[in-house]
């Protein structure tokens, strides 16, 4: 399916920048994106979170595996580690949906 250039309007991070870490998980199976926004990995590897998009597309969380960095469904992640309790909302930027 197409999902257009931005996945969504607006996003949950922890701080204003959405460079600290909300939480860590664990993969519960094997995942690989459809393009170069999405990050790939492996059951059982540590997968940390940076922000969740909200709104059109709840089901998107960006995060990191390794240096790699991109967008995966928040429903293969077992959240094992919060690293803050701050929620802030913040309009998404076009450079949250390009490829690096």
Known sequence: PELGRRFAERKRCADPE????MCRGK???DFK????RFVNFKK??????????IGKSTELWAGSVGSDFGYFPKDLLEINHN???EELELP???T???CF
Request: glycine content about 6%.
């Open 18 to 21: 959405c460079s600290m870490l």
């Open 44 to 53: 059982g590897e540590a997968v940390y979170v940076y922000y969740k998009l």
């Open 83 to 85: 690293y803050s309790n």
């Open 92 to 94: 998404t930027d076009e």
């Open 27 to 29: 993969a519960m199976r």
């Open 96 to 98: 949250d949906f390009v």
């Open 33 to 36: 994106g459809p393009d170069c």
